[in-house]
């Protein structure tokens, strides 16, 4: 089920990376915005449906096939770019895979109803760290051709086990980490829970905002020639993830609460020393291998926690897992939106506003960690004067 979806994410990561084959045979044509662009119509009208129509106890099977379908021949459409004109072959490839690969990523997101909170970060940590190998080999596929048809095989092999039995029948199965005597949380109850589950999810958005502003050709991630350092950055982060799991006794109040709160904070930071890095001329060697050590790892803890949050947040909501799926979704892709229109419309580069972006955010994060801390210690002050209240009162009635 992690390799499933794994194939699912890298293939989001693959169409909406500038570096890739598919989008730089794009890009001699004048066409990559135009994918990219109906890249994320296809997310956002996948958005729009659910929250118009969807419900919770619909017809998966139905939805699975829709998203599988428009998947591959999105995809295949990329790999028959050749023989079709560039403007449509960029605009309806990029339109089905948007859409599809929305509703297979929803589809797998409805699986994380029935995983505990450890066992959806380890999946998820692990789906990451497949997806980053898996896009670092379909980076040097070698031609467009061979690039295409690895995308056709992602899309079929995340699509594909969503139809099997037991997934399809996910409202009555219970397996994997499931918290077997803990009933559905409402919204609230969570936001107690993990309490920077918030945090989580604009950092992921600030990503998308990011990877929109590099997907222009002259932006390109200065970090291109060191690559390979984000299946190590996602390695890393799984191992700590394993550990930590493997040592949480509760979500709420021990290990896992720190580790997220301790990691969001640590990748916020590192994130504004990157971009601070970056921005004061990272050319040199050492500059540039200080940049790759900041720079990736805070971004799979933004990604690894962003999805956990987004899926956990979503099962455990009232409103209903696929509305508030969809909004999140559609957060993510108007980030990448944002990013682009940032890079292209008002030229901008990321070094002149990720720095200030990141900064609000970490300070934000350290007004919010404050005032947890503070509302703590007010809490524990009241006790024990309630404590010492209550001895005097026991000790005068004696």
């Keep these: 089920m992690g390799l499933a979806l794994s194939c699912v994410v890298a293939a989001f990561g693959l169409c909406l990376r500038a570096g890739n084959q598919l989008l730089a045979s794009y890009d001699l044509e004048g066409v990559a915005g135009l994918f990219s662009g109906s890249f994320l119509l296809g997310v956002v009208l996948l958005c729009v449906a659910v929250l118009v129509s969807a419900h919770d106890g619909e017809q998966r099977r139905w939805s699975i096939g829709v998203g599988l379908v428009c998947g591959m021949l999105g995809a295949t459409i990329s790999l028959l770019a050749n023989a079709l ?17 929305a509703c297979l990523l929803r589809q797998w997101g409805r699986y994380y109803r029935f995983l505990s909170y450890r066992g959806a ?61 803990a009933a559905p949380k409402p919204i609230s109850t969570m936001y107690q829970a993990v309490r920077g589950g918030w945090m989580a999810v604009v950092g992921l958005v600030l990503n998308c905002f990011a990877l929109g502003m590099a997907f222009w050709p002259g932006t390109v991630d200065p970090l291109a020639e060191a690559f390979s350092a984000r299946p190590v950055a996602y390695a890393a982060l799984f191992a700590v993830t394993a550990w ?29 020393a990157s971009q601070l890095l970056a921005g004061g001329g990272g050319a040199s060697l050492g500059a540039s291998v200080a940049l790759s050590v900041l720079s990736y790892p805070s971004a799979a803890v933004f990604n690894v926690l962003g999805l956990v949050v987004l899926f956990w947040t979503a099962k455990s909501s009232d409103l209903g897992f696929s509305k508030v799926f969809a909004l999140f979704c559609a957060s993510c892709a108007v980030g990448v939106a944002a990013g682009m229109a940032a890079s292209r419309l008002l030229e901008l580069q990321a070094c002149q506003i990720m720095p200030g972006l990141h900064a609000c955010y970490l300070g934000v994060m350290v007004l919010a960690e404050g005032r947890r801390v503070a509302a703590r210690r007010r809490a524990s002050r009241a006790a024990l004067e309630a404590g010492d209240g209550a001895k005097r009162e026991d000790g005068a009635a004696r």
Aim: glycine letters at 12%; one cysteine or more; hydrophobic letters at 60%.
């Design 85 to 101: 004109p560039s403007a449509a072959g960029a605009a309806g490839s990029g339109l089905l895979l948007g859409f599809g690969l």
């Design 244 to 272: 930590v799991v493997s040592r949480a006794r509760a979500t709420a109040g021990g290990i896992m609460e720190r580790f997220c709160r301790a990691s969001l904070l640590l990748a916020a930071a590192a994130a504004l």
């Design 121 to 181: 970060l380890l999946t998820t940590a692990l789906s990451f760290l497949i997806a980053s190998c898996l896009e670092l080999a379909m980076e040097f596929a070698g031609t467009p051709f061979l690039f295409c048809l690895g995308l056709l095989v992602l899309v079929v092999c995340g699509g594909l086990p969503l139809l099997a039995r037991d997934i399809v029948r996910a409202d009555e199965i219970r397996a994997g980490f499931l918290d077997a005597d």
